[in-house]
C-alpha cells in the first residue's frame, strides 16, 4: 500500500513552454500533497505544500505564479512550471502524506525529469 | 533557526557496519525519518523514531535521543545495493518535515 504516482517520469521542452506534471496517490487518500526540487548532488528542497480544496503553500523564494499547484481531490496534485527555462530542468518529486497513518511519514512519487532547452 | 546536521559522505566495506549520525536543532519535535535515496530515484522510506531508543528492521537500525537531539542509522552487514544517500528528517512542531542535506554513503568491495 501507500504508492505515490507522477506523470511523466520524464520530459523535454523548449524554453518557454509549460509542462504539467501530475501526482496521484493510487491507493490511499491524501489531504497534503507536497512537492519537492533536487537538483544533481543536492538535497530535497520543498517547494510547495498543496492541500485538497485549498490554495498551496509556497515556500521563500518559490515563484507561486510560474509553479501553479491545483489538489482538486484527495488522490491528484499537479504542479505546472510555466513558461519553463534552462534553469528549471531539475528532478521534481512529489509526495503525499497518508491520512490513515500515524507515522505522518510522506510517500515519495518516483520523481519526474524536467530538462528545458 | 531550524538545523539538521549530517556528515556529507562516508565510505565503507562491503560486509562491514556504519552508522550515519544526525543531530538536530527544530522548534518543537514529533518524530525523526530516514530515508534512502538512491541516484536518480525519489526517496524510500526506512524508519521512524519518535521516542527514544532502538528500532531494529533487519540489517538497518535507528536510535535516537530526545535530549540530546540526536539520531544515528546503523546499517549492518553493508552490500553493494547500499550504496545510496540516506536523508534524516525532522518532523517539527507544525508537523513540517525538516530535512536534512543527506549522507552519501559509498560501498566498497
Known amino acids: 500500500g501507500a504508492v505515490v504516482s507522477q ?8 524554453s518557454g513552454t509549460s509542462v504539467k506534471i501530475e501526482c496521484r ?3 490511499f487518500q491524501a489531504t497534503t500533497m507536497f512537492w519537492y526540487r533536487q537538483f544533481p548532488k543536492q538535497s530535497l528542497m520543498l517547494m510547495a505544500t498543496s492541500n485538497e ?3 498551496a503553500t ?3 523564494g518559490v515563484e507561486k505564479d510560474k509553479f501553479l499547484i491545483n489538489h482538486a481531490s484527495l488522490t491528484l496534485s499537479t504542479l505546472t512550471v510555466t513558461s519553463a527555462h534552462p534553469e528549471d530542468s531539475s528532478f521534481y518529486i512529489c509526495s503525499a502524506r497518508n491520512l490513515a497513518s500515524s507515522y505522518n511519514e510522506q510517500f515519495f512519487g518516483p520523481g ?5 532547452l | 533557526g531550524q538545523n539538521i546536521d549530517q556528515p556529507t559522505e562516508m565510505t565503507a566495506t562491503e560486509g562491514a557496519i556504519v552508522q550515519i549520525n544526525c543531530t538536530y536543532q527544530t522548534s518543537g519535535f514529533n ?3 530516514w530515508y534512502q535515496q538512491h541516484a536518480g530515484e525519489a526517496p524510500t522510506f526506512l524508519s521512524y523514531n519518535v521516542l527514544d531508543g532502538l528500532e531494529e528492521k533487519g540489517r538497518f537500525s535507528s536510535f535516537l535521543s530526545r535530549s540530546k537531539g540526536y ?6 552487514e553493508l552490500q553493494m545495493k547500499d550504496s545510496a544517500s540516506y536523508l534524516c528528517a525532522v518532523v517539527d512542531s507544525n508537523y513540517q518535515l525538516i530535512w536534512g542535506a543527506g549522507t552519501k554513503l559509498i560501498i566498497k568491495p
Do not use: A, M, N
Open chain 2, 31 to 33: 518524530g525523526l525519518f
Open chain 1, 53 to 55: 480544496g485549498s490554495k
Open chain 1, 112 to 116: 519526474t525529469r524536467l530538462t528545458v
Open chain 1, 7 to 14: 506523470h511523466p517520469s520524464w520530459v523535454i521542452c523548449k
Open chain 1, 25 to 27: 496517490s493510487l491507493d
Open chain 2, 71 to 76: 539520531s544515528y542509522l546503523l546499517l549492518k
Open chain 1, 58 to 60: 509556497y515556500e521563500q
